[in-house]
Each structure stands twice: as C-alpha cells, then as structure tokens.
C-alpha cells in the first residue's frame, strides 16, 4: 500500500508543479489537462508495481518487460512528448516538428519532473544535464530539439523565473 500512496503523492506533486508553471508561461489550459492519462488505469498499474521514488517507474518496467504499457499509452496521448510526434512514410520513421507551445510544455514538465526526482540536489541545469544524457535516444525533429535545448540551457544560465519571463516575452507568439 505504501507504493500506492507513495506514487499518488509524487504524480500528484509533479502535476501541481507543471499545472503552475504552465500557468506562469500562460498555458493555462495546457496546465489543467497536463499528465491527465496518468490517472488511467493503465499508467496506474504501472506506477503502483514499479514505484521507487527516485525516477520514474517506466524506466523500471521497461529495464524488466523491454518495453513499458503505461509509457506506450503514455505519450500517445500527451503532445508534450517528443515521442507524440513521431510518424512514418514510405521512407521509414520521421519526428515532426512541435508547435512551440507543446515544447514550453515540454520545458515545464521536465523542469518539474527534474525537481521532483531530485529534491535537495535540484539545481537550474538539472534538466539539461538529463536532455543532454538522453540525447543519443531520442528522434527529435531538428528545430525542436533546438528550441528545448535553448530553454533548458537559459534556464541553467539565467534561472528559473527569468527563464519564464523569457520564454512568455520572446518564446510564447
């Protein structure tokens, strides 16, 4: 039961934070629909099995299954995630580009996953660091990877709240 609880707290902690984040960036509706599949019984089921507290339990289901249900349900439904905007042609498998405001998103949830996860050792370069390790994983589309990058490198540089001051003056059209 405490595993149960335990991830109720942390998905709820991290959709608080992203739900205010993306309301400072002005996605408000983004904010209130943020991770809402995380509450299917699918993502549950994933969750409560492989809680650890310390990272996500995709990362555990998929180190044990090879692949992970929850996370497939996951990002079908969530256009946050870069996986959202994969597709396929004659040519094989393509990333499409992701409008700006599923990429601020993709900011706020990363930012937040990363202070969740990390607690006391969160710092303003934390999510770069993980993007930066991830990087050799991901099919990202070239102008997006470029502006997630951009806004993970401003906030290690300028902070948190200048980062979101920028991103609504000069990021958010």
């Not at 339990?57 to 870069?82: F, T, V």
């Amino acid at each position: 039961m405490n595993k149960v609880i335990s991830h109720l707290k942390t998905i709820n902690q991290h959709k608080k934070l992203v739900t205010k984040l993306c309301f400072r960036c002005h996605l408000y509706k983004q904010g209130i629909l943020h991770d809402l599949s995380k509450y299917s019984y699918v993502e549950l089921k994933t969750g409560f099995h492989y809680y650890q507290g310390f990272r996500s339990p995709i990362d555990a289901e998929k180190e044990e299954k090879g692949y992970s249900l929850g996370w497939l349900h996951h990002k079908g439904r969530n256009k946050h995630h870069w996986e959202y905007w994969l597709d396929f042609n004659k040519d094989g498998l393509y990333a499409c580009k992701m409008p700006t405001n599923y990429v601020i998103e993709m900011f706020c949830d990363r930012v937040a996953a990363s202070m969740i996860y990390q607690g006391d050792k969160y710092t303003d370069r934390s999510a770069l660091d993980y993007y930066i390790n991830g990087k050799n994983y991901v099919k990202i589309h070239p102008e997006t990877d470029a502006l997630i990058y951009h806004l993970l490198e401003y906030l290690s540089i300028h902070g948190l709240d200048d980062t979101i001051y920028y991103i609504v003056k000069k990021i958010k059209v």
